[in-house]
C-alpha cells in the first residue's frame, strides 16, 4: 500500500557516471516532484510536472532531467555525475487543487565518489 | 523574499516533557502553513495544514498555531516521547501554488 515510491534507495557512483532515480506513486495525484536535499537537511525544489507536463524548472544545471512517461511516474536522470550532487533525492505528489498537500517518498541517498 | 526561519535549531528534551518549536516567514501572500515531520532516513510526512483563517490545529499530540498578523507559528509537542525525535519543517507555499518554501527545520530529540 506505498504511496510514494522510489528506486533505489541507495546510490554509489563514480564521477562522470550517469544514472536514474525512479518514482511512482499509487495515489491518483497529478502532480509530482522533484526535491533536492542537501547536507543542511535544507529541502530544495528542483522539478515538477503536472500530468506529465513540466510546470516547475528550479535553477538546475541541465545535467538534470527529469522524465514522465505517465502522471504516475516521474523519474530523475543525471548525466555526467559530480561530486556535488552528492545529496537525498525525495519524489513527492499532490492533488491538483489546493491545498496541494505533498506526500512525500522514502528518499534516494546518491553518493558520488 | 520569501523565506521561512525557525528556531531553536536544535533541541533536546526529556521524554514526557512539552516543547514548542517557533517558525517566522515572510512568504506573501498568504495561502496556508504547513507542519511536517521528517524522521532519520525517511521523506517528510505533513502533521498540519492551516488556513487564513485557522489560528490553531491539532493532530494528537501535535498542536499548531498561527498569528498571520505578525507572520508566525509555533508547533506544541505535548507529552513528548522518543519517537518524537525527528526534524520538523515549517512550510509554506509561494503565491498559494504547489511551489513550497520550506524552513531551516527544527532537530528534536527526545531522551528518556
Known amino acids: 500500500d506505498t504511496a510514494v515510491s522510489q528506486t533505489p534507495k541507495y546510490l554509489v557512483t563514480q564521477m562522470g557516471n550517469d544514472k536514474s532515480i525512479k518514482c511512482e506513486q499509487n495515489l491518483g495525484h497529478d502532480t509530482m516532484y522533484w526535491y533536492k536535499q542537501d547536507s543542511k537537511k535544507f529541502l530544495k525544489i528542483m522539478f515538477s510536472?503536472?500530468?506529465?507536463?513540466?510546470?516547475i524548472n528550479e535553477t538546475v544545471p541541465n545535467r538534470f532531467s527529469p522524465k514522465s512517461p505517465d502522471k504516475a511516474h516521474l523519474n530523475l536522470h543525471i548525466n555526467s555525475l559530480e561530486l556535488g550532487d552528492s545529496a537525498v533525492y525525495f519524489c513527492?505528489?499532490?492533488?491538483?487543487?489546493?491545498?496541494?498537500?505533498?506526500?512525500f517518498g522514502p528518499g534516494t541517498r546518491l553518493t558520488v565518489l | 523574499k520569501n523565506q521561512v526561519e525557525q528556531s531553536p535549531q536544535s533541541l533536546i528534551i526529556l521524554e514526557g516533557k512539552n516543547c514548542t518549536l517557533q517558525c517566522n516567514y515572510t512568504v506573501s501572500p498568504f495561502s496556508n502553513l504547513r507542519w511536517y515531520k521528517q524522521d532519520t532516513g525517511r521523506g517528510p510526512v505533513s502533521l498540519t495544514i492551516m488556513t487564513f483563517s485557522e489560528n490553531t490545529k491539532s493532530n494528537g499530540r501535535y498542536t499548531a498555531t498561527l498569528d498571520a498578523d505578525t507572520k508566525q507559528s509555533s508547533l506544541h509537542i505535548t507529552a513528548s516521547q522518543l519517537s518524537d525525535s525527528a526534524s520538523y519543517i515549517c512550510v509554506l507555499p509561494q503565491g498559494g501554488g504547489n511551489k513550497l518554501t520550506f524552513g531551516t527545520g527544527t532537530q528534536l530529540k527526545v531522551e528518556l
Open positions: 513527492a505528489s499532490s492533488q491538483d487543487r489546493g491545498p496541494y498537500e505533498q506526500f
Open positions: 510536472y503536472n500530468n506529465k507536463e513540466l510546470i
